[in-house]
């Protein structure tokens, strides 16, 4: 069982910046692909990004967003730059079965990213 808390989510005025942070629990960080997904009010939940427990990263919004995380911490991260009011969303960290897959295992209860125009 991972349990995941998200945080850092807020009211940003377009073109700004925000950093979601997610917390994990659990021995095994270190072991598991991390995604952030996000969900627009009335639109389908989307893959964002991922990171595998070895660095390698993906993401579906190249040039603004930024996975990482710091297994240490047991922490996944994702810096958003140039911040759009389409990025409006509710964002959820989850864990990935594999590298390359796109259905969370565990989510997190997600963070509100509101971005005003």
């Known amino acids: 069982q991972v349990q995941l808390v998200e945080s850092g989510g807020g009211l940003v005025q377009a073109g700004g910046s925000l950093r979601l942070s997610c917390a994990a629990s659990?021995?095994?960080?270190?072991?598991?692909?991390m995604g952030w997904f996000r969900q627009a009010p009335g639109k389908e939940r989307e893959f964002v990004a991922a990171?595998?427990?070895?660095?390698a990263l993906t993401t579906s919004v190249k040039g603004r967003f930024t996975i990482s995380r710091d297994n240490a911490k047991n922490t996944v991260y994702l810096q958003m730059n140039s911040l759009k009011p389409e990025d409006t969303a509710v964002y959820y960290c989850?864990?990935?079965?594999?590298?390359?897959?796109?259905?969370?295992?565990?989510w997190g209860q997600g963070t509100q990213v509101t971005v005003s125009s």
């Open positions: 659990g021995r095994t960080f270190s072991s598991y692909v």
């Open positions: 989850a864990t990935l079965a594999a590298w390359g897959s796109r259905v969370g295992d565990y």
């Open positions: 990171v595998s427990g070895s660095g």
